[in-house]
């Protein structure tokens, strides 16, 4: 596309990109009043500091990430069709590893559309713009879902603090058909109900699929506890896959309400208790009682939204841990998730493996875990594996 401006890096900052990386940061970007006054997120022509062409790239002159790769082919035109045909790559992938519709369809950069998230729920997609280029997308955005999904209602959530980082807005949206009460999920051979509008980020969390259903074959027979159970992924699992009861704690009623009715929906609700209470709070409470489970699942949201927030964090996950530790029963299992994004893995590992011990429980690690495979990772952006986990087994 002759016609889009051209944005230059400044000279020998381009290794990083033309090698496969997504990102161009503001400081390797020749920064001169024509890039400045480029409107944000809009398509360029990024090239090197010689003039040498690396591909059609989003640009926001006012954020650290300043260009987003979108194609390597500096003649592409990034409209409906293109968009498309990502999206048809992205389905055809998940169709292969989760039949049937539910499951991360659009993971950002490692699906070739940075700063988008789509989750889809069937015939309801839930759409998060977190970057100002695909925001300038527009309708040709909701065109190409419609040719490749035909969804009855899109949900925009446009809410994420990303979006303030790039400079937008903040907005909830119902495009189409609209939303009578929570929308089904299925997940794992169970049946559970999120809440799109009013729920944590998309209203479900595809990412703990896989280690819900690691945890869940460890409860057959067994007592299981989920502390931070939102809408019950976790807890409802392991009652159908064979817990003898479980005890579901949140802070959010709403989040019980929908824990409960996915536990009626699998049939298990006799053997699922509900608590609205504070985790730091229900876990002290019950060790001083000395009341244990054979199981513990703590999956807590994020306890750092921002890098400076870290060191709290990690005296968070230790805490977490210790605590958790002292309701398991002598051979039991935990299991600890985190979020937080700016929290390194071996950061979070050692915090849990310091509660665990200050509990004072001797420990096995049996395994970690990671997002599920509808959130791939860009080869080259390691740091996106934002999603950790430990199963440990408790003496």
């Known amino acids: 596309m002759t016609d889009l401006p051209v944005v230059r890096l400044q000279t020998q900052r381009h290794k990083r990109v033309r090698l496969g ?29 010689h003039g040498e062409a690396l591909g059609v790239a989003m640009f926001n002159a006012h954020t650290l990430i300043a260009a987003r790769m979108l194609d390597r082919d500096p003649a592409a035109k990034i409209d409906a069709a293109w968009i ?37 729920y069937g015939d309801v997609a839930v759409v998060q713009r977190n970057a100002a280029g695909i925001e300038a997308m527009g309708e040709a955005l909701f065109d190409a879902l419609a040719r490749e999904i035909a969804p009855k209602t899109i949900v925009l959530r446009d809410d994420s603090h990303a979006r303030a980082l790039e400079g937008l807005p903040q907005r909830l949206e119902i495009r189409g058909a609209a939303l009578e009460g929570p929308i089904p999920v299925a997940e ?54 064979g817990a003898v009861s479980v005890k579901l704690v949140d802070r959010s009623q709403t989040a019980l309400d929908l824990a ?40 807590p949201p994020a306890f750092a939204k921002s890098r400076k927030d ?25 299991f600890v998730a985190s979020c937080s994004h700016n929290v390194e893995p071996a950061a979070f590992a050692e915090e849990v493996a310091r509660g665990v011990s200050e509990a004072g429980r001797p420990a096995r690690i049996l395994g970690e875990g990671r997002a599920a495979a509808d959130h791939p990772l860009h080869p080259m952006l390691p740091e996106s594996a934002y999603l950790k986990a430990l199963i440990l087994a408790l003496d």
């Open 84 to 120: 498309a045909k990502r999206i048809a790559r992205a389905k055809a992938l998940r169709e292969r590893l989760f039949p049937g519709g539910h499951y991360r369809l659009i993971h950002a950069e490692a699906d070739g559309l940075p700063g988008l998230i789509v989750d889809r």
């Open 21 to 49: 990386h997504p990102w161009a940061f503001s400081n390797e970007v020749q920064m001169d009043n024509a890039a400045k006054a480029l409107p944000r997120g809009a398509a360029v022509r990024l090239e090197t500091a």
């Open 188 to 241: 794992n051979g169970a049946a559970f109900f999120a809440d799109p509008r009013e729920g944590q980020k998309t209203g479900w969390f595809f990412d703990q699929r896989d280690n819900r259903a690691n945890l869940a074959r460890l409860c057959r027979g067994l007592r299981a506890l989920d502390v931070y159970c939102y809408a019950g992924g976790f807890g409802v699992l392991a009652a159908k896959t």
């Open 260 to 299: 409960a009715r996915a536990a009626d929906a699998n049939g298990v609700s006799d053997r699922c208790a509900f608590e609205r209470a504070e985790a730091f709070d229900f876990l002290d409470a019950q060790a001083r009682a000395g009341a244990v489970w054979d199981v513990v699942s703590a999956d």
């Open 310 to 334: 870290v060191p709290a964090a990690l005296k968070g996950y230790r805490k977490l841990a210790r605590a958790a530790a002292q309701v398991v029963a002598p051979g039991g299992i935990l």
